[in-house]
């Protein structure tokens, strides 16, 4: 991407990662604290409800398979690593196929099992699929391969603000969550 693309983005970026960085350091003086950390991780994953498991499942694996996707591409141009780019016959495969794949797959399990036992799981697959696609959003938009032009800075945009409203759903759903916990049902005229 060309230096006036990333001019954009750059910033939006630092202040993401140095965000992250701090609530991540943060929170990890905060556990050294606790004799077992790994069993409070543990206790606090598995005593959150379906609903906050699959968000948070959904936030981890959407950041993290951006992060990987843009270090294999980044590899794939350079021509370094064990990566290189998928082809069918003289046709290029752009990695937002196995996104849809991905996404259109869990989603689909997700509406025919119904079980809040699997959607936290099913989540993984879904934010997945869900960054390879929003990685390519230049691409499917322009309908052109403009990933390393300055058209494809938009990809990172997207991501970056999908990113920030994940991370605001994650919070909200906590934080209804909480609450329906402290505020109980009225009973009104028509619940007795």
């Given at each position: 991407?060309?230096?006036?693309?990333?001019?954009?983005?750059?910033?939006?970026?630092?202040?993401?990662?140095?965000?992250?960085?701090?609530?991540?350091?943060?929170?990890?003086?905060?556990?050294?604290?606790?004799?077992?950390?790994?069993?409070?991780?543990?206790?606090?994953?598995?005593?959150?409800?379906?609903?906050?498991?699959?968000?948070?499942?959904?936030?981890?694996?959407?950041?993290?398979?951006?992060?990987?996707?843009?270090?294999?591409?980044?590899?794939?141009?350079?021509?370094?690593?064990?990566?290189?780019?998928?082809?069918?016959?003289?046709?290029?495969?752009?990695?937002?196929?196995?996104?849809?794949?991905?996404?259109?797959?869990?989603?689909?399990?997700?509406?025919?099992?119904?079980?809040?036992?699997?959607?936290?799981?099913?989540?993984?697959?879904?934010?997945?699929?869900?960054?390879?696609?929003?990685?390519?959003?230049?691409?499917?938009?322009?309908?052109?391969?403009?990933?390393?032009?300055?058209?494809?800075?938009?990809?990172?945009?997207?991501?970056?603000?999908?990113?920030?409203l994940l991370a605001v759903l994650t919070l909200v759903v906590r934080l209804?969550?909480?609450?329906?916990?402290?505020?109980?049902?009225?009973?009104?005229?028509?619940?007795?």
């Amino acid at each position: 991407m060309p230096r006036r693309g990333w001019r954009r983005t750059r910033p939006l970026a630092l202040a993401a990662g140095a965000a992250t960085a701090a609530l991540v350091a943060a929170e990890a003086v905060h556990l050294a604290r606790r004799r077992d950390p790994a069993a409070v991780l543990r206790a606090g994953y598995r005593s959150g409800s379906a609903d906050e498991t699959a968000m948070l499942n959904l936030f981890l694996a959407f950041g993290a398979t951006f992060g990987v996707a843009r270090a294999v591409t980044h590899s794939i141009r350079r021509g370094a690593g064990p990566f290189r780019n998928v082809r069918i016959g003289r046709r290029h495969i752009h990695h937002f196929v196995p996104g849809i794949v991905l996404t259109l797959g869990s989603g689909g399990a997700s509406i025919a099992l119904r079980s809040t036992a699997v959607d936290p799981w099913l989540a993984l697959p879904f934010g997945a699929g869900a960054a390879l696609i929003i990685d390519e959003t230049a691409l499917l938009l322009e309908l052109e391969d403009v990933y390393w032009h300055e058209q494809g800075g938009l990809s990172v945009d997207a991501a970056l603000g999908a990113t920030s409203l994940l991370a605001v759903l994650t919070l909200v759903v906590r934080l209804i969550r909480r609450g329906e916990a402290l505020v109980p049902e009225a009973a009104g005229p028509d619940r007795a």
